[in-house]
């Protein structure tokens, strides 16, 4: 992806996870989908470790930082998958990402913790598979950061194996049906993940892979700008 192309696409994922294009380094919440407080620009959860790499990453950096003092209580919850937050306290941990957001170094970590964790592994699939265009590129992102990059029947590389199962890979298939059948399989998967406790939030969030399908049907494979895009009923210009 051209840096442009990334841009567009970090502003994509922004708008299905923050309702804006402007990256959000300080939102933090328990959206009471069972995995604690999502906090961040790509929705770091305390109940699985990934807000914890975040701080932990942060803290080697900037050791007297707001976050530091929760890192026990996040290793806790991490290895217990916990959702219950009453022990970070959740107010306190939430004011203090906010209170973090605020230092350059901290927005750095997230971005260099989005690029290790949910962007290369995305590419590396993409490459793989032989996709060229930026949108299906794009669409792996996505789901890598809301469904992760594990071994669970949720994550990207299962709906990778499914999508093939089905259709073929692009190679046989053409990447346009290919992905056409990823963005079905991913919708089917948001609608019934095998993680249960997640199932309600996700079945609202169907239009971000809707949002990303109406711009394959304009042709735009390319993420070419300025993009205008509907997302959960509400329009976004992309430059």
């Known amino acids: 992806m051209t840096a442009d192309q990334r841009r567009r696409a970090d502003q ?30 790509a929705g770091f959860t305390t109940n699985d470790g990934d807000a914890l790499k975040v701080v932990r990453a942060y803290t080697a950096v900037s050791p007297d930082n707001p976050l530091a003092r929760f890192i026990p209580e996040l290793e806790r919850l991490a290895s217990s998958g916990s959702g219950d937050t009453s022990g970070l306290p959740e107010s306190d941990y939430i004011a203090a990402w906010k209170q973090a957001a605020d230092d350059p170094a901290f927005r750095q970590v997230q971005d260099d913790q989005v690029d290790q964790r949910y962007f290369s592994p995305a590419m590396s699939q993409a490459d793989q598979l032989g996709l060229t265009g930026a949108l299906a590129r794009a669409e792996l992102y996505d789901a890598s950061i809301q469904h992760g990059n594990g071994s669970e029947y949720d994550a990207l590389p299962a709906l990778i194996s499914r999508t093939n199962a089905k259709v073929g890979s692009p190679a046989g298939a053409g990447e346009n049906a290919w992905l056409e059948a990823f963005f079905d399989v991913r919708i089917d998967d948001l609608n019934n993940p095998a993680n249960g406790s997640t199932a309600d939030e996700w079945r609202k969030s169907v239009d971000r892979v809707e949002c990303l399908r109406r711009i394959a049907a304009t042709g735009n494979h390319n993420l070419d700008g300025p993009l205008s895009v509907t997302a959960y009923g509400s329009g976004y210009t992309i430059s």
């Open 12 to 41: 994509l994922i922004s708008i299905f996870e923050n309702s804006t294009t402007v990256i959000q380094y300080g939102y933090a919440e328990n959206i009471n989908d069972g995995r604690g407080v999502t906090a961040g620009r």
